[in-house]
């Protein structure tokens, strides 16, 4: 071989050598960044069943406050009772089928 052929011998595995360690490089952030994206998706379903609870204990809450409520109130207290039971009925509906 020239002296010419061996520079671009010498250069090709030089430019493959950086290609390797580039490819590993970025192999490894890409796990990593799986990773990452993998955790915060169990938080992200974590914190929606959170919210989840606590919406369901701020109704509860509700109710319990309208239930407790002077007369006036009472209707409303009526109307969502209805308003759960019709929900409940909807859910054994769904249920059943």
Do not use: W
Request: proline share 1%.
């Amino acid at each position: 071989m020239t002296f010419e052929q061996e520079e671009m011998v010498r250069q090709l595995r030089y430019r493959i050598r950086l290609l390797m360690a580039r490819y590993q490089s970025l192999k490894h952030e890409n796990e990593s960044l799986v990773a990452e994206k993998n955790e915060l998706l169990t938080l992200v379903e974590q914190q929606k069943k959170d919210i989840n609870h606590l919406e369901q204990q701020y109704n509860t809450a509700k109710l319990a406050k309208s239930v407790l409520a002077p007369v006036g109130d009472r209707e409303t207290a009526k109307a969502q009772i209805n308003r759960i039971v019709r929900e409940i009925d909807e859910c054994i509906a769904l249920l059943n089928k």
